[in-house]
């Protein structure tokens, strides 16, 4: 069962204003009411971005419409405004100047908005569309690449669907975006084929056909809207950092403990690294060791002694990052396991102090690596050969031990490799066709994990071999990742909805965090440093990175 072998409004830069803490300030920098008619509305976001700034700072509105932002949040300048709200837009626009030791006052008016379709999120789209839930989980796939409203606004037919843009998709690799599409250079070997793929094809053809525009001068539905947000999901406060290019993609941000922001580029030959002080980046250029196949790098983890390590995905090479030396060294693949399929996503050093060894996974035939650091060499598990059906082990994750926890993101399962017999065991998830993505080991060897297709986070006591389950709302939220905080709360983002969710596992609660704006979340990362916690993560698809600051 193993082998071996070797191996914004505004573009610009500002830097943040420095200063006292809010609670310190003799009052707030902007402050102001939001209403639509004569209405006040709770859970609007009010956002301001500088003038030649990078940055962009967000408030949400109170149950009385008011919204303020404080003064260490915004230094003194002239500021455009925009807003977020299902169903409005700004009724003209709006601007701000913001002095020092002053308190600005900007009242917002709303108008209903003359366009609701183009402010529907992923999940809204999926709410509002008849069909069963098998017919729109189909879609779930779509969306690592463009949002819903790309084949929605279409007027393709089934027939179109079914011979030229299903194989043209499928064409694709992972890390594609429509304004930096790349094409695969082989087909995964544990997926469908033949006959199988075409039946699978047809279903989701037909039904596109059914709900876009190839037969109706508009949709032959509701289109619905999720509620705004309200009460403890109105008191946040979201930064904002554009990046350079439309084509940078942050799949996995991460904080260092000298407060950088480190992120990989999912469809790009660069590390980043990011100052949230002044907005300033840094790239660190990665040499092609594929030259011809995709490029880009997915998972981003780091090891005991804080040097970053990453799966350069299709160039199929392991890779660690010397944060002190600013270098780089690399195992790529050799021999067998270098397929044209050969795809390693996800690197976990976690626990590699145990005995000087590293996990990855390989997508290209669900395979598992594990790689010795002094020696170079790679051992390769393959925990499905023999079974039938398809598998993607997506995920893997090290305990205290150094043991693996693998997911199966086309199954429903977590599975496990000894660290020092190669036994593989394989842990049903209690909810049918869950796809567990994601994952995140705690100090007590629990695996906490994103069940993509279920809207549910899910938990798996290693020691107790128990599972635990919480649904998190709304319906479509597919959660991809989960990481818990220093005070035991889950935390998890949407590739769907635009929100980032905040689980109490002890109480089932949990409190939805709207972004600003259309946010494709992938890597989950929370800063424990901080009291109330921060929470970070990647705009994958809209080319900047977020810091949310709860309040409380």
């Given at each position: 069962?193993?082998?071996?072998?070797?191996?914004?409004?505004?573009?610009?830069?500002?830097?943040?204003?420095?200063?006292?803490?809010?609670?310190?300030?003799?009052?707030?920098?902007?402050?102001?009411?939001?209403?639509?008619?004569?209405?006040?509305?709770?859970?609007?976001?009010?956002?301001?971005?500088?003038?030649?700034?990078?940055?962009?700072?967000?408030?949400?509105?109170?149950?009385?419409?008011?919204?303020?932002?404080?003064?260490?949040?915004?230094?003194?300048?002239?500021?455009?405004?925009?807003?977020?709200?299902?169903?409005?837009?700004?009724?003209?626009?709006?601007?701000?100047?913001?002095?020092?030791?002053?308190?600005?006052?900007?009242?917002?008016?709303?108008?209903?908005?003359?366009?609701?379709?183009?402010?529907?999120?992923?999940?809204?789209?999926?709410?509002?569309?008849?069909?069963?839930?098998?017919?729109?989980?189909?879609?779930?796939?779509?969306?690592?690449?463009?949002?819903?409203?790309?084949?929605?606004?279409?007027?393709?037919?089934?027939?179109?669907?079914?011979?030229?843009?299903?194989?043209?998709?499928?064409?694709?690799?992972?890390?594609?975006?429509?304004?930096?599409?790349?094409?695969?250079?082989?087909?995964?070997?544990?997926?469908?084929?033949?006959?199988?793929?075409?039946?699978?094809?047809?279903?989701?053809?037909?039904?596109?056909?059914?709900?876009?525009?190839?037969?109706?001068?508009?949709?032959?539905?509701?289109?619905?809207?999720?509620?705004?947000?309200?009460?403890?999901?109105?008191?946040?406060?979201?930064?904002?950092?554009?990046?350079?290019?439309?084509?940078?993609?942050?799949?996995?941000?991460?904080?260092?403990?000298?407060?950088?922001?480190?992120?990989?580029?999912?469809?790009?030959?660069?590390?980043?690294?990011?100052?949230?002080?002044?907005?300033?980046?840094?790239?660190?250029?990665?040499?092609?060791?594929?030259?011809?196949?995709?490029?880009?790098?997915?998972?981003?983890?780091?090891?005991?002694?804080?040097?970053?390590?990453?799966?350069?995905?299709?160039?199929?090479?392991?890779?660690?990052?010397?944060?002190?030396?600013?270098?780089?060294?690399?195992?790529?693949?050799?021999?067998?396991?270098?397929?044209?399929?050969?795809?390693?996503?996800?690197?976990?050093?976690?626990?590699?102090?145990?005995?000087?060894?590293?996990?990855?996974?390989?997508?290209?035939?669900?395979?598992?690596?594990?790689?010795?650091?002094?020696?170079?060499?790679?051992?390769?598990?393959?925990?499905?050969?023999?079974?039938?059906?398809?598998?993607?082990?997506?995920?893997?994750?090290?305990?205290?031990?150094?043991?693996?926890?693998?997911?199966?993101?086309?199954?429903?399962?977590?599975?496990?490799?000894?660290?020092?017999?190669?036994?593989?065991?394989?842990?049903?998830?209690?909810?049918?066709?869950?796809?567990?993505?994601?994952?995140?080991?705690?100090?007590?060897?629990?695996?906490?994990?994103?069940?993509?297709?279920?809207?549910?986070?899910?938990?798996?006591?290693?020691?107790?071999?128990?599972?635990?389950?919480?649904?998190?709302p709304p319906k479509w939220s597919a959660p991809y990742d989960v990481v818990v905080d220093k005070n035991g709360e889950a935390w998890t983002g949407?590739?769907?909805?635009?929100?980032?969710?905040?689980?109490?596992?002890?109480?089932?609660?949990?409190?939805?965090?709207?972004?600003?704006?259309?946010?494709?979340?992938?890597?989950?990362?929370?800063?424990?440093?901080?009291?109330?916690?921060?929470?970070?993560?990647?705009?994958?698809?809209?080319?900047?990175?977020?810091?949310?600051?709860?309040?409380?």
């Amino acid at each position: 069962m193993r082998r071996r072998s070797m191996v914004a409004s505004f573009v610009g830069l500002v830097c943040l204003a420095a200063g006292p803490s809010p609670a310190q300030q003799a009052g707030p920098a902007l402050t102001g009411t939001v209403t639509a008619g004569p209405e006040a509305l709770e859970g609007v976001l009010v956002s301001a971005k500088k003038s030649g700034s990078t940055i962009t700072t967000t408030v949400v509105t109170d149950k009385d419409g008011h919204y303020s932002f404080p003064a260490a949040k915004l230094e003194p300048g002239d500021y455009g405004l925009r807003i977020r709200a299902a169903g409005y837009d700004l009724d003209g626009p709006a601007q701000a100047s913001v002095a020092a030791d002053k308190t600005a006052t900007v009242d917002l008016k709303l108008r209903a908005a003359q366009d609701i379709a183009a402010q529907l999120t992923n999940a809204e789209w999926l709410a509002s569309m008849p069909g069963t839930d098998a017919q729109k989980g189909q879609l779930l796939n779509c969306v690592g690449c463009h949002t819903l409203s790309r084949p929605l606004n279409s007027k393709y037919t089934a027939d179109e669907f079914l011979t030229l843009i299903l194989p043209r998709m499928q064409g694709y690799v992972n890390q594609s975006m429509p304004s930096h599409p790349q094409l695969r250079h082989a087909e995964r070997l544990r997926e469908e084929r033949g006959d199988q793929r075409v039946q699978i094809y047809r279903g989701v053809a037909d039904y596109l056909a059914s709900i876009n525009l190839s037969s109706h001068p508009t949709w032959n539905f509701e289109l619905k809207t999720l509620p705004r947000p309200a009460g403890a999901a109105t008191r946040v406060i979201y930064t904002e950092y554009d990046l350079p290019r439309e084509t940078i993609e942050p799949h996995d941000v991460v904080v260092d403990d000298k407060g950088m922001v480190w992120f990989s580029s999912f469809g790009e030959q660069n590390l980043g690294k990011l100052d949230p002080k002044t907005g300033k980046l840094t790239e660190f250029a990665i040499p092609e060791h594929k030259p011809g196949f995709p490029t880009g790098l997915l998972g981003l983890r780091s090891d005991a002694d804080g040097n970053l390590w990453f799966g350069n995905m299709y160039q199929a090479t392991i890779a660690r990052f010397d944060r002190k030396s600013e270098t780089f060294k690399f195992w790529p693949l050799e021999g067998d396991e270098n397929i044209d399929a050969a795809q390693i996503n996800m690197v976990s050093p976690q626990s590699a102090a145990v005995d000087g060894k590293v996990w990855a996974q390989n997508n290209g035939f669900a395979g598992i690596h594990r790689l010795d650091i002094a020696t170079g060499k790679l051992e390769t598990f393959e925990p499905f050969k023999g079974m039938s059906g398809p598998h993607n082990i997506y995920d893997v994750i090290p305990d205290s031990g150094n043991n693996v926890y693998f997911t199966d993101f086309r199954q429903r399962h977590i599975g496990r490799i000894d660290a020092k017999t190669g036994k593989i065991d394989l842990y049903e998830i209690p909810t049918p066709n869950s796809a567990p993505r994601r994952g995140w080991m705690d100090a007590q060897d629990r695996l906490w994990f994103g069940e993509y297709r279920a809207d549910r986070i899910g938990m798996f006591d290693t020691k107790k071999e128990e599972f635990k389950e919480w649904q998190i709302p709304p319906k479509w939220s597919a959660p991809y990742d989960v990481v818990v905080d220093k005070n035991g709360e889950a935390w998890t983002g949407s590739m769907l909805s635009d929100q980032v969710t905040r689980l109490n596992p002890a109480t089932g609660v949990t409190v939805n965090y709207l972004m600003p704006r259309s946010t494709n979340i992938r890597r989950v990362f929370v800063d424990n440093s901080t009291t109330p916690v921060t929470f970070w993560v990647g705009n994958n698809h809209g080319a900047s990175i977020v810091k949310v600051e709860p309040l409380e």
